[in-house]
């Protein structure tokens, strides 16, 4: 049983930071491309960052780029956003995806991966 379960959401302060985790079970973590997307009220779920179980280059959305780092640790089959100067427009659920899907990029489409966690609120205030 596939289980992506995520940590470290909360309310922070305009200017704050937090961090992340999503620590995966029942799958070879390292075939896997994981992604970061988030979904605000009213809005499509974007991808944020994105890092391929090849290793190379993490994409990132222009709207983090910067503020956000995103990383793996193979190890503990863990993936951790790291977000920065959160501003308000950051508010938003914020979920970690799973994929075994080949695009020649990053996996960009919500669709497109295979499983997800269970969501974490984050909320920047003014």
């Known amino acids: 049983q596939v289980q992506l379960v995520e940590s470290g959401g909360g309310l922070v302060q305009a200017g704050g930071s937090l961090r992340l985790s999503c620590a995966a079970s029942?799958?070879?973590?390292?075939?896997?491309?994981m992604g970061w997307f988030r979904q605000a009220p009213g809005k499509e779920r974007e991808l944020l960052a994105a890092?391929?179980?090849?290793?190379?280059?993490?994409y990132y959305a222009d709207s983090v780029k910067g503020r956000f780092t995103a990383s793996r640790d193979s190890a503990k089959s863990t993936v951790y956003l790291q977000m920065n100067s959160l501003k308000p427009e950051d508010t938003a659920v914020y979920y970690c995806?799973?994929?075994?899907?080949?695009?020649?990029?990053?996996?960009?489409?919500?669709?497109?991966?295979?499983?997800w966690g269970q969501g974490s609120q984050v909320t920047v205030s003014s």
């Open positions: 995806a799973a994929t075994t899907r080949y695009c020649s990029t990053y996996c960009d489409i919500p669709l497109f991966y295979n499983y």
């Open positions: 890092t391929k179980w090849s290793g190379g280059r993490t």
């Open positions: 029942g799958l070879t973590f390292s075939s896997y491309d």
